[in-house]
C-alpha cells in the first residue's frame, strides 16, 4: 500500500454488480481496522455506490469481531472527497439514518476500495439532522496524521452536513427521525 498518494483521486472503473471487498486503514500503522463486501449497484463520474443486504458481515480487524448487520445499507465513495456514506435501511426500504466516515480519498483498485479511517464519523437522522461523532478520538490522534489530512477531515465534516442538508446523492428525501442505531 503507498501512502504517500492515498489521497489522490483515481479512475473509477467498476460496473453494477462488480463484487469489492471495502477496507478502511489505521494510518500510520497501515494496519487494517474493518472491512466488508459490497455489490456495485451505480457508477458516476463523481464516485461508486455499493450495496449491502440485510445480514452481511462486518468484519472489525481491531476488535477481532465479526457481527452480522441486522439491516441493508448503500455507502457512496467518491472520487477525491475526504468522506463515504450513504443510507442505512430497514428491510422495508425506509431510512434508519445515514453513516458518513470522515476518511482520505478512496483508492480504487480492481476488487476493492481502500482508503485511512480518520476517526470522525457523522450520522444523519433520516430528517436530515446530523451530529459528529467520536471527535476525541480524532482529537487524540490528530497529531499522527499530515496537517492538510486534519485540515481536510474538518472540512469534509462540513461538507457532509452540506451534502445532507441538500439532498445531493445519495441522500434519499426526508423521513421521520429516529432514535441513533447502535453501533
Not at 501512502?3 to 479512475?11: I, Y
Not at 481496522?33 to 455489490?39: Q, V
Not at 445515514?98 to 480492481?110: C, L, T
Request: hydrophobic content about 35%; glycine content about 6%; charged content about 30%.
Amino acid at each position: 500500500m503507498n501512502t504517500e498518494d492515498a489521497g489522490s483521486p483515481a479512475v473509477v472503473s467498476y460496473r453494477p454488480r462488480d463484487h469489492l471487498r471495502i477496507e478502511f486503514y489505521k494510518y500510520p500503522e497501515n494496519r487494517l481496522h474493518y472491512w466488508w463486501e459490497a455489490e456495485v449497484v451505480e457508477v458516476r463520474e463523481e464516485g461508486v455506490l455499493v450495496y449491502m443486504p440485510l445480514g452481511f458481515e462486518f468484519h472489525h480487524e481491531s476488535k477481532n469481531r465479526v457481527l452480522r448487520v441486522d439491516h441493508q445499507a448503500y455507502v457512496a465513495f467518491f472520487v477525491g472527497r475526504w468522506y463515504s456514506g450513504g443510507p442505512d435501511l430497514d428491510a422495508e426500504g425506509n431510512v434508519l439514518e445515514y453513516y458518513w466516515n470522515i476518511q482520505s480519498p478512496p483508492r480504487f483498485e480492481p476488487g476493492r476500495i481502500w482508503q485511512y479511517d480518520l476517526e470522525l464519523d457523522v450520522k444523519c437522522k433520516a430528517d436530515h439532522t446530523c451530529q459528529v461523532f467520536d471527535t476525541e478520538e480524532f482529537a487524540a490522534r490528530r497529531w499522527l496524521y499530515p496537517p492538510e489530512w486534519v485540515e481536510q477531515a474538518t472540512r469534509a465534516v462540513q461538507e457532509v452536513k452540506q451534502l445532507v442538508l441538500a439532498g445531493g446523492w445519495p441522500v434519499l428525501p426526508r423521513g421521520e427521525g429516529r432514535e441513533w442505531l447502535e453501533r
